[in-house]
T-cell receptor, first 115, second 115 residues
Framework: GAVVSQHPSWVICKSGTSVKIECRSLDFQATTMFWYRQFPKQSLMLMATSNEGSKATYEQGVEKDKFLINHASLTLSTLTVTSAHPEDSSFYIC???????????FGQGTRLTVV | AQSVTQLDSHVSVSEGTPVLLRCNYSSSYSPSLFWYVQHPNKGLQLLLKYTSAATLVKGINGFEAEFKKSETSFHLTKPSAHMSDAAEYFCVVSAFNQAGTALIFGKGTTLSVSS
């Protein structure tokens, strides 16, 4: 199956700093990428949907100025958590979908800890 | 709006006994439905998907699910549980949002398998 690579798999940062997470589709062109957030023992909550070359669409309640999403190419999307605080600590997962395909492939996730 | 409800937050079975994880969906049109599995601190793996073809869908690792429109259900089953099946399972529906379509996750069911 298609491979989506997410990097880093875990990161610890100081409060107030910014962290960038990368999501790459390795063997297909992903016109649409999704970013999810998962709290411990909870489900995945969709944060935003990004289509290549256009601005991301954020779900209600997600701060677009805090969670910056860039989808500049068909194989790369980035999520930058700006001015991170301890409450931003979570598991972030990206997924990517090729054109006219209902199946999305998921990255391995990034465990973010803000201290 | 499209949504899924996983009826059990936790299911416990003995090794070698059948597994049933229940999922009901809500959709105003013919949905695409998926089951994903997540092992601790790992990404998601697609078990199977329904996209309006055969109503009985066979997936990986011996899992299967049956789409029942009259009951708006998409329950996941396996004839004989294995210890390695212990994980978190998510029922997922493909839904339209402002940016196109996205995968909306149920709250998850934790499957425990005892020897």
């Amino acid at each position: 199956g298609a491979v989506v690579s997410q990097h880093p798999s875990w990161v610890i940062c100081k409060s107030g700093t910014s962290v960038k997470i990368e999501c790459r589709s390795l063997d297909f062109q992903a016109t649409t990428m999704f970013w999810y957030r998962q709290f411990p023992k909870q489900s995945l909550m969709l944060m935003a949907t990004s289509n290549e070359g256009s601005k991301a669409t954020y779900e209600q309640g997600v701060e677009k100025d805090k969670f910056l999403i860039n989808h500049a190419s068909l194989t790369l999307s980035t999520l930058t958590v700006t001015s991170a605080h301890p409450e931003d600590s979570s598991f972030y997962i990206c997924s990517a979908r090729a054109p006219v395909n209902t199946e999305a492939f998921f990255g391995q996730g990034t465990r973010l800890t803000v201290v | 709006a499209q949504s899924v409800t996983q009826l059990d937050s936790h299911v416990s079975v003995s090794e070698g006994t059948p597994v049933l994880l229940r999922c009901n969906y809500s959709s105003s049109y013919s949905p695409s439905l998926f089951w994903y599995v997540q092992h601790p601190n790992k990404g998601l793996q697609l078990l199977l998907k329904y996209t309006s073809a055969a109503t009985l869908v066979k997936g990986i690792n011996g899992f299967e699910a049956e789409f029942k429109k009259s009951e708006t259900s998409f329950h996941l089953t396996k004839p004989s549980a294995h210890m390695s099946d212990a994980a978190e399972y998510f029922c997922v529906v493909s839904a339209f949002n402002q940016a196109g379509t996205a995968l909306i996750f149920g709250k998850g069911t934790t499957l425990s398998v005892s020897s």
